[in-house]
């Protein structure tokens, strides 16, 4: 246990269950607040919803409001699932962290509307992304809206945490919905810097090219990769097998001519892999430094050697589970989690704990954001590694970035990826570049000098944290292993983020988010059927992984202050994804489209409008039957074939037909306003640009923000999902322009001296 002395209580929904999972992984004490009947999980998937979600958290069943008081009132964290905030519950605990986790957020006009999974990710643009353009919007498997609250709240929780340590508790607004429209990469980015709304993307990447590609025996997620090299090593390899065709003609080398005909590149490829096993093609590609990797599900994960040579697994109670996105703390595997009974652990309510005492606010000034103070490296760059920096930086961290036009960001520079209006030659236009490094300082500096290396050691032994997405061996190439670190910081709290961890015998296989995620589970199960898979083609797995790598950040700063030692956290993105996949470990399921096994109807459907999509969750046989009022049906709620879920089920065409007949002649928005009224939860799918020009949620929480970048000019920004009401984060500045901090860190942080600076400056180290 990291912090056996603090205890959180979870009042559960399918929105924080996987915040109290999280942090039981981190070592804290989770006590799982249950009905008398018990949990819903407890009835879910035969019993293994409740052991994935709540294995390791403790079980009460307070039987009076004041027992519950009780148990709250000596807890330091509450997450909180309920519509109202347990408000008799926590009504003048002023040391209490309450992290608030909804559907939409606790302000708004539509912070009372109903959500699942599906609807609050149609409402927050991760529907829209999903699935081919001339077809319906498609669902990511494993409830992945949830998902993302799930680990906002975690991670609200621990900032909640710390910001307690220099002032009282407070009350963290976590929105669901914005959770999901902060998690898009580029889905709102195109429209805000390029007013372009892109269509779903089928099989292949929006921006990069990748794509989902036929195997013999399956699937292959991979491409074309993003350097020169990558693309040479292909055409090598073609031209070995005779599978070339005519991609060896010179034209192809020009990579807007292969982007520009990627449809005849892509067939080419297809016909080559197509021909393979997906494990064998795998493996070869990685012998040539490619980005491939087999298309896995998650019944397979167990057979991948590097999640098995790294202990990923637990065991729950007598099952095999999936394990935790990294290992904490200090390299610490959580091999077994019991699971409790339904009001094991009631001596809980009675017992006397002292309420956490913490110090008073000192100031009637607003506090300081909770990570104020904190000073990290950022080493890192495409999507993971800022996205990750990204969150520390929205709350309040002094984050430099490193970087130089030696080894300039690809998001600066790559055309393909340089959301903006002007031209795409501008390293400091880029939208996509810009949006995930807000609030960071930029220093130019060439590492690949020793006396680039001799300054990043200056800096480290003043940073509280480094960070770093490179692959595997980088650092210890550049000298500055872990071992050398602690040496020169032995506080820091280095975060790796490589695609397969630093260990095991996969550690070198090159990663890009889509292979990642094939390798997860998860694209294999984002489809229509097992015959019919479309997979995960955006960076779905990179902003997992930032965000993993953002908790495992705060987790690691609090367990400093406990017991003053940094550490190093090897965060696998593998790992990361597949952490989110749920309970199909457990409870093996196949690709299903948009339905959901408890509830039916569920699905989306086709509204009034060209691309106009109404997402719909049925929970129960009281929404099916306000339902059936609103579509003008009643005849059937009385209707012998659609009186209980599972009869629906076994009747969709008669259900999803009548339910599909009425929405096909209404706007979204009005339909899904009509069953909000009734307690349906329903929502429109939203695209980029309805999500900033037409949520009246989105807007009233002010959730796109405009700054002005002293390049680019003024832009609307995504902002922190994370509300912190004492100690708020947001977006104090937009992202820098290159070098431009760069003497002020030197001499600030590093302590360099102006005739220093001015060396390196001559000898093109600051560039």
């Known amino acids: 246990m990291s912090n056996p002395a603090v205890r959180v209580v979870e009042l559960s929904s ?7 999972r999280l942090l039981v992984g981190l070592g804290y004490e989770v006590v799982l607040v249950e009905p008398e009947e018990g949990d819903p999980t407890r009835r879910e998937r035969d019993g293994d919803a409740f052991v994935h979600w709540h294995a390791g958290k403790r079980s009460v069943t307070p039987a009076s409001p004041e027992e519950l008081r009780h148990l709250v009132a000596g807890a330091d964290v509450l997450l909180d699932g309920t519509p109202d905030g347990a408000p008799e519950a926590v009504a003048g605990l002023g040391h209490l962290v309450h992290v608030r ?20 990710a149609a409402l927050g643009g991760m529907l829209a992304q999903v699935g081919d353009p001339d077809g319906p919007p498609l669902r990511l498997p494993e409830n992945q809206a949830e998902q993302l609250a799930g680990v906002h709240a975690a991670i609200a929780a621990l900032l909640g945490l710390r910001a307690r340590r220099t ?5 963290a607004d976590v929105s669901a919905q914005a959770c999901v429209a902060a998690a898009l990469e580029a889905g709102a980015l195109a429209y805000l810097h390029e007013d372009r709304v892109p269509a779903r993307p089928g099989r292949v990447h929006p921006l990069v090219p990748h794509g989902l590609f036929r195997a013999a025996d399956g699937h292959l997620g ?14 090598a390899w073609l031209r070995e097998e005779g599978a070339e065709a005519d991609l060896a003609e010179p034209r192809w080398q020009d990579p807007v001519e292969r982007k520009k005909h990627q449809e005849h590149v892509f067939a080419v490829v297809q016909e080559f892999a197509g021909r393979w096993p997906k494990a064998e093609f795998a493996e070869l590609a990685q012998s040539r430094k490619l980005p491939w990797a087999a298309v896995d599900l998650p019944h397979e994960l167990p057979g991948n050697p590097q999640l098995a040579a790294r202990d990923f697994f637990l065991r729950a109670g007598d099952r095999t589970d999936l394990g935790f996105p990294f290992a904490f703390p200090e390299g610490h595997r959580v091999k077994e989690l019991d699971v409790p009974e339904r009001g094991a652990d009631q001596r809980l309510l009675h017992e006397h704990r002292p309420a956490p005492k913490v110090p008073a606010a000192v100031s009637a000034e607003p506090a300081r954001p909770a990570l104020h103070g904190v000073r990290v490296l950022d080493l890192t760059w ?6 990750c920096t990204k969150v520390l930086a929205d709350h309040g961290a002094d984050v430099i970035k490193v970087e130089s036009l030696g080894r300039p960001d690809p998001t600066r520079f790559a055309p393909f990826m340089h959301l903006s209006r002007g031209p795409h030659t501008d390293p400091n236009t880029n939208g996509y570049f810009n949006e995930v490094n807000r609030n960071k300082r930029s220093l130019a500096l060439d590492t690949r000098t020793e006396d680039g290396i001799a300054v990043l050691r200056d800096l480290i032994a003043s940073c509280d944290v480094l960070v770093e997405n490179f692959s595997a061996t980088v650092m210890t190439k ?7 670190l602690r040496e020169i910081n032995p506080r820091l709290v280095y975060i790796s983020m490589s695609g397969m961890g630093h260990t095991g015998p996969r550690s070198g296989w090159v990663s890009y988010a ?28 990179d902003i997992v992984a930032g965000l993993q790598a953002a908790l495992a950040t705060v987790a690691a700063l609090e367990h400093r202050e406990e017991t003053g030692r940094g550490q190093h956290i090897d965060l696998s993105q593998l790992e990361a994804i597949a952490s989110h996949m749920g309970t199909s470990l457990l409870h093996p399921v196949e690709p299903a489209g948009n339905t959901d096994p408890r509830w039916s109807p569920q699905g989306v459907y086709r509204c009034l409008g060209a691309d106009s999509w109404l997402a719909v969750s049925v929970r129960d046989d009281t929404e099916w039957a306000a339902l059936c009022t609103v579509i003008g049906r009643p005849d059937l709620a009385a209707d012998d074939r659609t009186r209980t879920a599972e009869r629906r089920a076994h009747h969709t ?3 999803d037909g009548a339910l599909a007949t009425w929405a096909r002649t209404l706007p979204a928005d009005a339909a899904a306003e009509l069953l909000q009224e009734h307690g349906i939860p329903a929502g429109p799918v939203r695209d980029g640009r309805d999500l900033v020009e037409h949520d009246p949620q989105l807007r009233a929480r002010g959730f796109y923000v405009r700054a002005e970048h002293p390049v680019a000019g003024a832009f609307l920004h995504e902002g922190p999902p994370v509300r912190l009401i004492r100690t708020p984060g947001g977006i104090v500045k937009a992202a820098p322009v290159l070098g431009a901090d760069t003497d002020d860190v030197l001499r600030d942080v590093a302590g360099l001296s102006p005739e220093r600076i001015r060396a390196l400056r001559e000898r093109e180290v600051l560039r």
């Not at 399918?14 to 109290?20: C, E």
């Not at 991979?222 to 090593?233: F, K, N, Q, T, Y």
């Not at 495409?382 to 996205?387: E, T």
């Open 222 to 235: 991979g491409g074309l990769g993003g350097s020169p090299r990558m693309w040479d090593a292909l055409l």
């Open 14 to 20: 399918p929105f924080t269950r996987f915040a109290g």
């Open 167 to 171: 002032g009282p508790g407070q009350l």
């Open 382 to 387: 495409v999507l993971a590694g800022p996205y």
């Open 653 to 655: 065409e008669l259900v």
């Open 514 to 541: 889509d292979t990642v995620s094939a390798g997860s589970g998860l694209t294999g199960l984002t489809g229509w059927g097992p015959d019919d898979v479309v997979g995960v083609i955006y960076g779905h797995g």
């Open 101 to 120: 986790v909804t559907p939409f957020g606790t302000v708004g006009p539509r912070s009372h509307w109903q959500g699942t999974d599906l609807v609050v």
């Open 478 to 484: 550049l000298g500055l292993g872990y071992d050398t």
